[in-house]
């Protein structure tokens, strides 16, 4: 049985097809394509590597597997040792692929609610013309916190820099030297220190014992009367039902939600009829820019490269740490 | 009768009128606080400059006008001669200080077309929850052009520039050295050549004869299927039945109109019913953020001190020109 590296792209087109039989045959492996998990499940085992968006079926099924290299950047669901038959299989994940689109669903959703363009998207609807009573906002000189200096919190500092906030401060389990977009880092530990001199407080946090219900009610309380928050890691990370109660009471100006417990949001949820709220269906992750699916075929092939020469992966992921 | 400056603001605070005061007093001038036009109609002959939102009715009954500061930044309503009954009377305007916020209106526009927000709106607002059929596009590679390099135009390249376009090109009456944020700055009469390389057209105008229709149904055409318009100068500067029928053949992918002709729009207006169109009720210079106001005082401040010592107002329109 030669080598054999398994594909599983939602998004494959030809020109992707050639380059990862081209960085494949490089290294000695043989390609399989799968048009889908279902197809693959069961009918992976000449599997050294999979790489793509394989289902957790897949990858329990693969007997042979070595290293998954999984296109998506939260692998959550991926860390489990007990779904792999070989307990040294490798796990890497896209985590970098993702900062570009994330970011503009940041941007955009952070002026939505700061510009109230939810209220006027339903004013021009129902065909009116009005200006709002009341004020909008600006992140101009916004107070921003963003919780995980990652690819997507250092891609949103970058961008959100030139609208010439009043700071924006990163939040990160332990304090290491971040991207200078930052205007400073701390730690996570002094978190509730910093929501209360934070305007807009945005989320890109991986689904971790950590994370889970770290927005809880009593940290919406220490956020100003007047904020906002955006979520785009993990729906675990915040407290729904508190979320709810903060934006009916006016406690919470608005909210961007890009991920929520369940998905999909049924449609009698509470959440979808909390004042100010801007839901989005997990899509901030868009996978349909040329951008991101170039930027996963490369993270890739940088790491076969790795793997081949015995290296530690670049974009590994720690199964006990879930990124 | 003593020198007196009448003032017409919107959003008079105790702390701006205490500010205006004080500039006034530093000149030698008393102020007079009008609660909106229709009182100062007839009624501010007094008054040898006027300063805010004024109507075309003040200042044509203001006898003994000298300066009019005008607190909005289009001033095509001010510009004609016959208006004036001093013909030397002095125009200024505000430009300036709408450049925050119409550029944050701008690159929320923007993200929102290319990333079908739209879609995605009344995909929530059904109670939907799905990813939608097709792609998305990003700022990232995008090729932007600006029509207008003033502030409006400045302001929106400087901060969309962090998001990596691919260009962005400013365009201009004639060729002057612009803000670093452009990577190159062309004359209007390459337009022509200028639109087929597009992939975003920012449209930040003044109405002055030069600009009525600039964006024709001919020029529409030169643009590459699937671009995108938005326009914040004055509607008058597009052909909105060209645009219409550009936006429901698909040969523009979408446009955000904050300026249209009439305002308000009627409810039965074709434009209302175009595909994939993002239409505010001209509210991107939105007058609520602290920033805009305090600036457009300060601007006022900085020519006052100009005008009492007799030199040129910086802030000064050229009334033939328009701006």
Request: hydrophobic content about 40%.
């Amino acid at each position: 049985m030669g080598k054999t590296i398994g594909v599983i792209i939602d998004y494959l087109t030809d020109d992707y097809r050639r380059q990862i039989d081209a960085a494949a045959a490089k290294h000695g492996y043989a390609t399989r394509y799968y048009p889908d998990s279902r197809s693959a499940v069961g009918n992976a085992d000449d599997c050294e590597i999979l790489f793509g968006h394989c289902s957790q079926k897949v990858i329990a099924s693969a007997r042979n597997l070595k290293w998954f290299c999984c296109c998506w950047a939260g692998v959550d669901r991926f860390c489990k040792d007990e779904l792999y038959q070989n307990p040294k299989c490798l796990l890497s994940n896209s985590s970098g692929a993702y900062g570009v689109t994330i970011a503009e669903h940041l941007v955009m959703t952070a002026l939505m609610l700061l510009r109230r363009q939810l209220e006027y998207n339903e004013l021009i609807r129902t065909r009116g013309w009005d200006t709002l009573p009341g004020t909008i906002h600006s992140l101009y000189g916004c107070r921003i916190t963003v919780l995980g200096t990652g690819d997507i919190g250092t891609s949103f500092a970058r961008r959100v820099k030139a609208f010439c906030p009043a700071r924006i401060v990163g939040v990160r389990r332990s304090v290491k030297p971040a991207d200078p977009a930052f205007d400073e880092v701390r730690a996570s530990a002094e978190l509730d220190r910093i929501l209360p001199e934070t305007d807009l407080l945005v989320m890109a946090l991986p689904n971790t014992p950590d994370t889970v219900g770290i927005l809880s009610r009593e940290r919406m309380a220490l956020l100003p009367e007047g904020a906002y928050v955006i979520n785009v890691g993990r729906g675990t990370a915040v407290d729904q039902e508190a979320l709810a109660d903060a934006l009916n009471s006016g406690h919470l100006a608005g909210a961007a939600l890009d991920v929520v417990v369940p998905e999909p949001l049924p449609a009698d949820h509470p959440l979808r009829d909390a004042k100010n709220i801007l839901l989005t269906p997990h899509v901030a992750g868009n996978t349909t820019l040329p951008y991101t699916q170039q930027k996963t075929l490369d993270m890739f092939f940088e790491d076969l490269e790795n793997y081949c020469a015995g290296k530690p992966l670049l974009h590994g992921v720690d199964r006990k740490k879930g990124y």
